[in-house]
């Protein structure tokens, strides 16, 4: 089992910037050769992708409303990846997860990914 503890969300004006965090742990998270994700979900709206990170070859993924204004990060020994966010715009305002998809490929929807934090909000103002 792998358990993901997101942090780092809370309220920001728009152009400001937030890094969220996402610690994973597990007796069994450093066996996998695996991907992590970054997806966000609005009110009415389905959880959509954001960022991911293959975490062998740190090759990313970013969606194209974030690319230019986020970037994805890990820090292997922590066990923990990074979505620094820049830019923000009261558009981002969603609830934030991570998750953890089992495979190096890089995938971009949700139900492709196996373990998932209790997420973190995130509110840009106007």
């Known amino acids: 089992q792998v358990q993901l503890v997101e942090s780092g969300g809370g309220l920001v004006q728009a152009g400001g910037s937030l890094r969220l965090s996402c610690a994973a742990s597990?007796?069994?998270?450093?066996?996998?050769?695996?991907?992590m994700g970054w997806f966000r979900q609005a009110p009415g709206k389905e959880r959509e992708i954001v960022a991911a990170?293959?975490?062998?070859?740190?090759?990313?993924y970013y969606a194209d409303s974030v690319k230019g204004r986020f970037t994805i990060s890990r820090d292997n020994a922590k066990n923990t990846v990074y979505l620094q966010m820049n830019s923000l715009k009261p558009e981002d305002t969603a609830v934030y997860y991570c998750?953890?998809?089992?495979?190096?490929?890089?995938?971009?929807?949700?139900?492709?990914?196996?373990?998932w934090g209790q997420g973190t909000q995130v509110t840009v103002s106007s």
């Open positions: 597990g007796r069994t998270i450093n066996s996998y050769s695996y991907a």
């Open positions: 990170i293959n975490w062998s070859s740190g090759s990313t």
């Open positions: 998750a953890v998809d089992r495979t190096i490929v890089i995938h971009t929807q949700a139900m492709d990914y196996d373990y």
